[in-house]
DNA sequence: CGAGTTTGACCCGCGC
DNA sequence: GCGCGGGTCAAACTCG
């Protein structure tokens, strides 16, 4: 792991394209503004660590996809919303980490067997459906490293180069068999100091990794990297211990339903995984305390 | 030896 | 229809 964040260190110096959850034009400060509007920690946190979603926050999403929402009027957001929190196991996901099911090819012909070979079988996961995506949510920290600790085992299972960037992109997945959470993270091409990791999926899972971070996370908290953290930590998302970085949750545009609209809609999983990093009620709506953390210039909006 | 990373190739969606 | 770019796969490799 150090090893590669090491090396990402060298390789991995900007990026630009979280465009996808953000105008491309977009200023950073921007971006920390909107992203961090009093209710959305809470949507955040369902998104991660809860399991059942319940549908109704979707459809309020595809129904009133950028009503008083701050966030929404400035992504584009792009069709995640529309996939069916419904089915957790959803076709999409399970296909793809049960690669193999579909083909034994038991009976192809030569020629077909050859193909088979060369394309190495990845034919077959193509389903007629068109991908469906969880909802997704990114969060930007500053931060030397890429891969920030967070609690849960990530395993990396690509990189690519992103257009317009000359910073890699990492994607990793949850390791935990039937988690199918996937990260993305990507350095800020405007802010190579920043960090921006893309959550996907919720975790069907505590956090693996001891609540040792939990505690460090909460002391953060109460020692000044109120919301943000506490955000982070809510989901089993330990903070990086050092001081030197922040997390900024933003919303991400893949879910232009309000991160909790209604702060009230605690959810039982929601609840559940704030057991193992609870930050405290008081986080929801930390709004204030942002400005602990987030360089004023950055605030400069509110 | 198992778990995780690297990396090139492939798949798929989308815009032109 | 085509090309581009993002996302994923999986063999090879590395490391503990």
Redesign the pocket.
């Known amino acids: ?4 964040e090491g ?2 260190m060298e390789d991995v110096l900007g990026n ?2 979280f ?2 959850y953000i105008p491309t034009s977009f200023p950073l400060q921007s971006v920390f503004d909107f992203s961090y509007g009093e209710t959305m920690p809470l949507g955040f946190m369902e998104l991660l660590g809860v399991q059942d979603l319940s549908p109704s926050s979707f459809d309020m999403a595809e129904q009133a996809p950028s009503l008083n929402n701050p966030c929404s009027t400035k992504i584009e957001s ?2 995640e919303v529309l996939n069916q929190p419904t089915t957790p196991n959803s076709p999409s996901v399970s ?3 049960s ?2 099911v579909n083909d034994e090819p038991v009976k192809v012909d030569d020629q077909e067997e050859d193909q088979q070979k ?6 077959p ?3 007629n ?3 469906q ?1 969880e909802p997704r949510f990114a969060f930007m920290t500053k931060s030397e490293v890429d ?1 920030l600790e967070d609690g849960y ?13 000359s910073f890699p ?5 949850c ?1 935990t068999t039937s988690c199918n959470v ?1 990260k ?1 993270v990507e350095r800020s091409f405007s802010d190579p100091s920043i960090v921006i990791t893309t959550y ?1 999926g919720q975790h069907t899972h505590p956090s693996p990794i001891m609540p040792r971070s939990c505690l460090a996370a909460g002391a953060h908290l109460s020692s000044g990297i109120s919301a943000a953290g506490a955000v982070a930590s809510g989901f089993g998302m330990a903070v990086q211990r050092s001081p030197s970085h922040y997390q900024q949750p933003f919303v991400n545009t893949s879910s232009p339903f309000n991160f909790g609209q209604n702060g009230s809609s605690l959810n039982p999983g929601f609840l559940h995984e704030r057991r193992f990093c609870s930050p405290g009620p008081s986080l929801l709506k930390d709004h204030g305390l942002l400005q602990d953390i987030v360089p004023s210039h950055m605030l400069k909006e509110e």
């Open positions: 792991m150090e090893r590669k090396l990402k630009s394209s465009s996808d792009p069709a296909s793809a980490s690669e193999a060369t394309k190495k079988q990845l034919k996961k193509k389903t459906q068109k991908r995506r891969h085992r990530w395993r990396k299972y690509g990189q690519k180069a992103v257009k317009n960037s992109r990492s994607y990793y997945r390791t996937k993305r996907e």
